[in-house]
């Protein structure tokens, strides 16, 4: 099987790359693999469905420069195909005086990265948007909302294969063979043959790097976030999202209430070490790859240094109680009684030698193939931007 271009990953990042390639060449001759029967499988289908605005990230960085874009182009995308979302708006809350200086500092980047109409809000004002909340201060940011990212995955992948693109489910990439200018992409059950390699594989795209590079300098770390759904009667207590300050040295936002577009609130996530790279369930261990993890040195330094956070992290995990008094800190209504468990997911953080949590989305390129090693949130509300972005790169490859 011949293609100009393989994409591995059927993910939103690797469906939506394949689509802005075909949208802007159509008669390129292209082929997405992923080694799940369904796509978005993974991160996309247990994604929590918000629509990120870009408050949070380094002006100027990857993800700043990609959520602002991939936030308007998912709109437009989601008007034109008549995708159901709603732009509800967060609010992000300071609970006590410590936390008010690093809400000045999410204020000011939100204005940095050119968000309209935000709006610093007092404790009075809190209440009129969260009666239930509990904080002295805050930010409300209308862009927020939410939307189903698996309707969305299945709304590319239909448009790619309109545009004659091929998806072939249910087959796991195993090598990636390049000899005289010609690039063998074997899967266990065929191989494809292609000038150009475009790697998306989310939660394994670290092991797919290493078969075209030799000088790979991280590894994916994954971590499961867990989340409670709270029960229908007590729904009331959350009228949109509700988002704590997040602690600026960890990659991660926090326990916060989510409000679902197919109806629901969800509350969470956490983040503890995954032992297995879809590690959906504290029982889902596979010992190699808990191995590779451990004896990372990049992982080692982060468990060093952040070892207090990740005991309480994993506290929380086996502690409904503890994990209840995390969200009191937001909804001092809520109760224990009042969660009943629900889907986790699975984070794929990249991590480097020296221990540094990768930030920022990171893209690296190599004579046969494009490397796409580290993309978590907000890469569904970027995907279109990230998929132009590389789309960009592929296609300079080929004249265009």
């Not at 690039?183 to 191989?191: E, G, L, R």
Request: a neutral charge; proline letters at 4%; hydrophobic letters at 35%.
């Amino acid at each position: 099987m011949k293609y100009d271009i393989v994409v591995i990953g059927g993910g939103i990042v690797g469906l939506a790359t394949a689509l802005k390639i075909k949208e802007q060449k159509p008669a390129i001759k292209l082929a997405l693999i992923d080694k799940e029967k369904k796509i978005a499988t993974h991160q996309t289908g247990h994604n929590s469905g918000v629509i990120h605005s870009g408050i949070y990230y380094k002006p100027g960085s990857l993800k700043a420069n990609n959520c602002i874009r991939g936030y308007q182009m998912l709109l437009e995308f989601c008007d034109n195909n008549d995708i159901p979302y709603e732009l509800c708006g967060k609010v992000i809350v300071a609970t006590n005086q410590n936390e008010v200086p690093q809400l000045d500092k999410i204020y000011e980047r939100g204005g940095q990265n050119g968000l309209k109409n935000l709006k610093r809000i007092s404790e009075a004002e809190l209440k009129e948007h969260e009666p239930h909340v509990n904080g002295i201060d805050g930010i409300f940011v209308p862009q927020t909302g939410i939307i189903d990212y698996k309707s969305v995955a299945e709304t590319y992948a239909k448009l790619i294969e309109d545009y004659d693109g091929k998806i072939y489910s249910g087959q796991k990439v195993v090598d990636i063979i390049s000899q005289a200018g010609e690039t063998h992409v074997v899967t266990d059950q065929s191989t494809f043959q292609t000038r150009l390699v475009v790697n998306c594989a989310g939660l394994y795209s670290d092991k797919i790097a290493s078969l075209t590079s030799q000088k790979l300098n991280l590894k994916i770390i994954p971590f499961r976030g867990e989340y409670y759904e709270i029960k229908a009667e007590r729904q009331y207590l959350v009228k949109n999202l509700i988002y704590p300050v997040p602690d600026p040295n960890f990659p991660f936002l926090g326990v916060h209430f989510t409000r679902m577009i197919q109806g629901g609130v969800e509350a969470g996530p956490n983040a503890v070490l995954a032992f297995q790279r879809e590690g959906y369930t504290k029982s889902d261990i596979n010992l190699k790859e808990l191995a590779e993890t451990l004896s990372w040195p990049g992982f080692q330094k982060v468990a060093m240094k952040y070892w207090k956070t990740g005991v309480g992290e994993m506290y929380r995990s086996f502690s409904k109680s503890a994990f209840t008094k995390a969200l009191q800190k937001l909804i001092p209504e809520i109760q224990e009684d009042d969660l009943l468990a629900a889907e986790a997911g699975v984070r794929a953080q990249a991590c480097d030698r020296k221990g540094g949590l990768i930030d920022d989305f990171l893209i690296l390129e190599e004579n046969e193939a494009i490397n796409v090693c580290n993309a978590p949130s907000p890469a569904a509300t970027s995907s279109l931007s990230i998929g132009q972005t590389v789309s960009e790169l592929a296609l300079k490859r080929f004249g265009s």
